[in-house]
């Protein structure tokens, strides 16, 4: 497994939390995924074998968020 910690803009709410924590969660290969709103961080297990950290990036720009 790897972790990641991903910096990320425009998330203000907890409907931002629960749709990228849903969306990321949803991908094969997601062990957890942690929104930390206040600090404006996802922090993301993954397998690395099963899936790419850009896939991860891609999926939270897919739900309208700006990934540094």
Same mark, same amino acid.
């Given at each position: 497994?790897?972790s990641?910690?991903?910096?990320?803009q425009g998330?203000?709410?907890?409907h931002?939390?629960?749709?990228?924590e849903e969306?990321v969660? &949803?991908l094969?290969?997601i062990n957890?995924? %942690?929104v930390?709103?206040d /600090?404006?961080?996802v922090e993301?297990?993954?397998? &690395?074998?099963?899936?790419s950290?850009?896939k %991860?990036k891609?999926t939270? /720009?897919?739900?309208?968020?700006?990934?540094?």
């Open positions: 497994m790897e990641v910690i991903l910096n990320v998330m203000s709410c907890g931002c939390v629960k749709a990228v969306s969660g &949803e094969e290969g957890q995924v %942690i930390k709103l /600090e404006a961080k993301v297990t993954f397998n &690395e074998s099963q899936l950290i850009d %991860i891609e939270i /720009e897919d739900q309208g968020y700006d990934v540094e």
